[in-house]
């Protein structure tokens, strides 16, 4: 039960970083280049990682790791792991085109 609440609070800090990371990373370049800012810079990498963050931190709050996402001893990923490789890989290509449109049709090149 103890290692269940864990998870589910580790999921829960997760998720936190994740706003920090897309407050600053994502919605200031936006809110910037909606105010008309002569250049707008964000780092396309950080959407990967507010991907990762979003997706392993729902995970775990919601699951609290019960089905697991690795096999400890293979080092290998689970079916529920791979899973949440392709929703973070697709979450993530989706959210820098998403951002990468969004501020071409606002005029950044």
Excluded at 9 to 23: T, Y
Excluded at 60 to 86: C, H, K, M, Q
Aim: hydrophobic share 55%; aromatic share 14%.
């Amino acid at each position: 039960m103890f290692a269940e609440m864990k998870y589910r609070l580790g999921g829960l800090l997760v998720l936190l970083v994740g706003a920090v990371v897309g407050w600053s990373a994502i919605w200031q370049p936006l809110h910037q280049a909606q105010l008309g800012a002569d250049t707008v810079a964000w780092m396309p990498r950080i959407v990967v990682l507010l991907a990762v963050c979003v997706v392993f931190g729902l995970y775990f709050l919601v699951t609290g790791n019960r089905y697991p996402y690795r096999d400890a001893e293979r080092s290998t990923l689970t079916t529920a792991g791979w899973i949440l490789f392709a929703i973070t890989a697709a979450a993530g290509l989706g959210g820098f085109f998403w951002m990468d449109m969004t501020l071409k049709s606002l005029g950044y090149n």
